[in-house]
């Protein structure tokens, strides 16, 4: 299985930007999807999540500036990023939770860098 992403990009303070993530591969379904990010110097930690039957959780700083939307069909989730600031500068990972046939796995992308200039 494999996670691609796109999207990201060098953007202003207030500005937008869409990532894309791509899963293909050997693939039953897929419950969970979602976005995380990383800071330098920082863990990784979550952005926002969606399932298969649509519950969407978000990080309690991107609330309301962030929309993750999912296309079952495509195995595609998208991050909508709007009014982003400085502190949304950071490498953004996917991740997918993956049934192959005999147990769930779960799948990074690579990263996408997000820089938010002041």
């Known amino acids: 299985v494999q996670l691609v992403e796109s999207g990201g990009g060098l953007v202003q303070a207030g500005g937008s930007l869409r990532l894309s993530c791509a899963a293909s591969?050997?693939?039953?379904?897929?419950?969970?999807m979602g976005w995380y990010r990383q800071a330098p110097g920082n863990q990784r930690d979550l952005a926002a999540t969606?399932?298969?039957?649509?519950?969407?959780n978000y990080a309690d700083s991107v609330k309301g500036r962030f929309t993750i939307s999912r296309d079952r069909a495509k195995n595609t989730v998208y991050l909508e990023m709007n009014s982003l600031k400085p502190e949304d500068t950071a490498v953004y990972y996917c991740?997918?939770?993956?049934?192959?046939?005999?147990?769930?796995?779960?799948?990074w992308g690579q990263g996408t860098q997000v820089t938010v200039s002041s």
């Open positions: 969606i399932t298969s039957g649509g519950t969407i």
């Open positions: 991740k997918a939770r993956v049934w192959g046939g005999y147990s769930w796995s779960d799948y």
């Open positions: 591969g050997s693939i039953n379904s897929i419950n969970i």
